[in-house]
Nanobody, 121 residues
Framework: QVQLVESGGGLVQPGGSLKLSCAAS????????MGWYRQAPGKERELVATIATDGWPNYADSVKGRFTISRDNAKNTVYLQLNSLKPEDTAVYFC???????????????WGQGTLVTVSS
């Protein structure tokens, strides 16, 4: 079993900042790509940013220049710094880990429960 626990969501005014954290634990042999996705009301889940083990990031065009993803490999933790927030960034943000399970060495694709980010004045 793998657990991903997100934290850091909340209510923020337009132009404000938040930092999300996601700590992964459990049966993890290898954490290859970690990332963040979001789902706004009435919309499908979409990629926000991912980061590989070597730190190479990938961002959705809508967040480039405003959001920064980082990770601590020793702690299997991924972070997302959200700056210059807009109302359209309002969504539930989900953490994702892709890698390999410790016991079976099978592919792992785990999700957190999500943390709500609301951008409103």
């Amino acid at each position: 079993q793998v657990q991903l626990v997100e934290s850091g969501g909340g209510l923020v005014q337009p132009g404000g900042s938040l930092k999300l954290s996601c700590a992964a634990s459990g049966s993890i042999f290898r954490a290859d790509t970690m990332g963040w996705y979001r789902q706004a009301p009435g919309k499908e889940r979409e990629l926000v940013a991912t980061i590989a083990t070597d730190g190479w990031p990938n961002y959705a065009d809508s967040v480039k220049g405003r959001f920064t993803i980082s990770r601590d490999n020793a702690k299997n933790t991924v972070y997302l710094q959200l700056n210059s927030l807009k109302p359209e960034d309002t969504a539930v943000y989900f953490c994702n880990l892709k890698g390999a399970d410790f016991r079976s060495r099978n592919a792992l694709d785990a999700w957190g429960q999500g943390t709500l980010v609301t951008v409103s004045s």
